[in-house]
Nanobody, 123 residues
Framework: QVHLVESGGGLVQAGDSLRLSCAVS????????RAWFRQAPGMEREFVAA????????YYADSVRGRFSASRDNARNTVDLQMRSLKPEDTAVYYC????????????????WGQGTQVTVSS
């Protein structure tokens, strides 16, 4: 069983920065490609960013490209999401997810999910 645990969410003002972290409980799965998704109230879960198993490739939604940066440290079993220039529309619950294969961008490809961490950006 794989457990993903997110941390780092909170309440910030527009323009601020925040760093989310995702830790995996089982080191066997620390090399799985991982991604961040988010879900705002009344909205579908949407792709935010992803990082390959090696950390050599990263992927971003158009809405966050240039503001968010995903990275991973396999020695620490963590994947981070550095968020800068936050906007009120970034307000959502952010989820970390891991997959064995399939599409980077498709939530249905991800086999394991964290419980989520709330990010609220005030205007």
């Amino acid at each position: 069983q794989v457990h993903l645990v997110e941390s780092g969410g909170g309440l910030v003002q527009a323009g601020d920065s925040l760093r989310l972290s995702c830790a995996v409980s089982n080191r066997t799965f620390s090399y799985y490609p991982r991604a961040w998704f988010r879900q705002a109230p009344g909205m579908e879960r949407e792709f935010v960013a992803a990082v390959s198993w090696s950390g050599g490739s990263t992927y971003y939604a158009d809405s966050v490209r240039g503001r968010f940066s995903a990275s991973r440290d396999n020695a620490r079993n963590t994947v981070d999401l550095q968020m800068r220039s936050l906007k009120p529309e970034d307000t959502a619950v952010y989820y970390c997810a891991a997959r064995r294969g399939g599409s980077v961008y498709d939530a249905g490809s991800y086999d394991y999910w964290g419980q989520g961490t709330q990010v609220t950006v005030s205007s």
